[in-house]
């Protein structure tokens, strides 16, 4: 008998605290699906359906924060999710904004309030083959003095960095980050050309290995493979066009503000 009661007492001390947990993260997993559904409608250019999804994310992001979702998101990161939100529902309105930057400020979204939601292998790692591989062909191009093809090759490695710069802002140190800028923006200075070859390679390398470490500070993602995918087989949608404007933007935000779902839709 007294253990019933001993057991009774237990349980109800248990369920209310699972029950808090439970709420906070089933209002953060909410949202993180709501990005989704998004990044869906976006990539199958519905917009007017992903306007509708953006709305309603914006209610319910309202109302975590009232419940106080600020036990599983910062507010900072409650912030910069506002701020997303804001530059994709203006993307999405827009009639005169392109398919391409759509799709990205979509893609973008999506990894965001996944580095959010995720403890590890977020979706944004997913990227590190094709961004690392890069600068095997950056250095290439370097070395047979192709400035043009060099340019090309610059600009869609940007494309995908930037395409993952804010979801970075979130799993890695401003430290780290800012590393990476000061690299980048040694390539983008029109002094670049000027250096010899060994210096070029040089400094490509020190990019090379900041970025590494960025990357294996997170489990490698092969269980969402999707959205690799998608990304590289829209070809045009992000390359060349979208490079250092949008990661000046997102590293300034990201300076400002400081700070899986399981199974992705096939």
Same mark, same amino acid.
């Given at each position: 008998?007294?253990?019933?009661?001993?057991?009774?007492?237990?349980?109800? =001390?248990?369920?209310?605290?699972?029950?808090?947990?439970?709420?906070?993260? $089933?209002?953060?997993? @909410? =949202?993180?699906?709501?990005? +989704?559904?998004?990044?869906?409608?976006?990539?199958?250019?519905?917009? &007017?359906?992903?306007?509708?999804?953006?709305?309603?994310?914006?209610?319910?992001?309202?109302?975590? @924060?009232?419940?106080?979702?600020?036990?599983?998101?910062?507010?900072? @990161?409650?912030?910069?999710?506002?701020?997303?939100?804001?530059?994709?529902?203006?993307?999405?309105?827009?009639?005169?904004?392109?398919?391409?930057?759509?799709?990205?400020?979509?893609?973008?979204?999506?990894?965001?309030? +996944?580095?959010?939601?995720?403890?590890?292998?977020?979706?944004?790692? $997913?990227?590190?083959?094709?961004?690392?591989?890069?600068?095997?062909?950056?250095?290439?191009?370097?070395?047979?003095? &192709?400035?043009?093809?060099?340019?090309?090759?610059?600009?869609?490695?940007?494309?995908? /960095?930037?395409?993952?710069?804010?979801?970075?802002?979130?799993?890695?140190?401003?430290?780290?980050?800012?590393?990476?800028?000061?690299?980048?923006?040694?390539?983008?200075?029109?002094?670049?050309?000027?250096?010899?070859?060994? $210096?070029?390679? @040089?400094? =490509?390398?020190?990019?090379?290995?900041?970025?590494?470490?960025?990357?294996?500070?997170?489990?490698?993602?092969?269980? +969402?493979?999707?959205?690799?995918?998608?990304?590289?087989?829209?070809?045009?949608?992000?390359?060349?066009?979208?490079? /250092?404007?949008?990661?000046?933007?997102?590293?300034?935000?990201? +300076?400002?503000?400081?700070?899986?779902?399981?199974?992705?839709?096939?």
């Amino acid at each position: 008998m007294i253990r019933k009661v001993i057991l009774c007492i237990l349980l109800v =001390l248990m369920f209310p605290a699972d029950g808090l947990i439970a709420e906070e993260s $089933s209002a953060l997993q @909410e =949202l993180t699906e709501l990005s +989704d559904t998004v990044f869906q409608l976006t990539r199958q250019s519905q917009y &007017d359906e992903a306007v509708q999804i953006l709305h309603y994310f914006e209610e319910r992001l309202k109302a975590a @924060e009232r419940d106080g979702t600020e036990d599983v998101m910062t507010g900072s @990161e409650i912030r910069q999710v506002s701020l997303a939100h804001h530059d994709m529902l203006k993307s999405l309105e827009s009639e005169e904004t392109e398919k391409k930057v759509k799709f990205k400020a979509a893609a973008q979204f999506r990894m965001l309030m +996944d580095a959010i939601e995720s403890d590890h292998d977020p979706l944004w790692g $997913s990227l590190k083959k094709p961004i690392m591989d890069s600068f095997r062909s950056l250095k290439a191009d370097i070395q047979k003095e &192709d400035n043009l093809t060099f340019r090309e090759q610059w600009n869609h490695f940007l494309s995908l /960095y930037d395409t993952i710069y804010p979801s970075l802002t979130i799993d890695i140190s401003p430290k780290q980050l800012r590393s990476v800028s000061n690299h980048i923006e040694v390539v983008e200075h029109r002094d670049f050309q000027q250096m010899t070859e060994s $210096s070029k390679l @040089e400094r =490509l390398t020190l990019l090379e290995k900041d970025l590494e470490d960025v990357f294996n500070q997170v489990e490698e993602d092969d269980a +969402d493979p999707s959205l690799l995918w998608v990304i590289l087989t829209t070809g045009s949608i992000i390359l060349s066009t979208l490079t /250092y404007v949008g990661f000046r933007k997102y590293k300034a935000e990201g +300076d400002r503000h400081k700070k899986r779902e399981k199974d992705w839709p096939k």
